[in-house]
C-alpha cells in the first residue's frame, strides 16, 4: 500500500504542468487587472456611466478583452490612472465580450454609445459628458494624466514624467521620475 501511495505522489509531482501566463499573446489567462496590473479592484467598475454622467464626474472608459496582448499590455496604465486619480474620476473598465453583436446604440449613458467596436479603446469623457479623448491601442499615461488635469481643473506636477515599468514577469506598475526644475 506505501508503494502505491509513493507512486501516487510521484505521478502528481511530476505529471502537473505550471500555469503559464503571458502578456505578449492573445491567449485567457483571467481578468488582467489583477494579473497584469495588481488591480483587481477596477473590475468590476464602481459606478456605470450613467451615474457618472448624472454626478458630473470626469470618467475614463476602457473598452478591452481579457485575451488580447494590448489589452493586457493597457492594464497597468488604467490601473495607474485609478492609482493617481481615484477621488476625482471614475474609471470604468469594460470587457467587450458582451457588447459584440450589438448595435451601436443612441443613449450616452451606455457602453455601445461609445465603443467602436476594436480594442483596447481609452476613452475620457469630461464632467459634462463631452468626449476629450478617444483612441484605441496603447496609449501614453502622460498623454491621459494631461487630459485628466484639463478636465478636472487639478493641476498635475509638470516635473514629473511617468512610466509603465514591470517588477516581474507578469505585473507592472506605474512610476514616477521627478525632474529639477532649472528655471
Not at 476613452?123 to 476629450?132: F, Q
Amino acid at each position: 500500500m506505501k508503494i502505491f501511495q509513493y507512486l501516487l505522489i510521484i505521478l502528481i509531482i511530476f505529471s502537473s504542468n505550471p500555469a503559464n501566463a503571458a502578456r505578449e499573446n492573445d491567449s485567457y489567462d483571467g481578468n488582467i487587472f489583477p494579473i497584469y496590473a495588481g488591480n483587481g479592484a477596477i473590475v468590476p467598475p464602481k459606478t456605470t456611466i450613467k451615474e457618472s454622467l448624472k454626478n458630473k464626474r470626469t470618467s475614463v472608459l476602457f473598452f478591452y478583452l481579457d485575451d488580447s496582448s494590448e489589452s493586457k499590455a493597457m492594464a497597468p496604465v488604467i490601473s495607474g490612472l485609478d492609482l493617481l486619480w481615484r477621488e476625482n474620476i471614475d474609471v470604468i473598465a469594460l470587457t467587450t465580450d458582451e457588447l459584440q453583436n450589438e448595435e451601436a446604440l443612441k443613449e450616452p449613458t451606455q457602453p455601445n454609445f461609445y465603443w467602436n467596436g476594436l480594442i483596447p479603446q481609452t476613452i475620457i469623457l469630461d464632467g459634462n459628458g463631452e468626449v476629450k479623448f478617444d483612441q484605441n491601442g496603447m496609449v501614453d499615461f502622460g498623454d491621459l494624466n494631461n487630459i485628466l488635469s484639463e478636465s478636472t481643473g487639478i493641476k498635475v506636477d509638470s516635473n514629473s514624467k511617468f512610466t509603465v515599468e514591470a517588477f516581474n514577469e507578469y505585473n507592472s506598475t506605474i512610476s514616477e521620475e521627478k525632474y529639477l526644475n532649472t528655471d
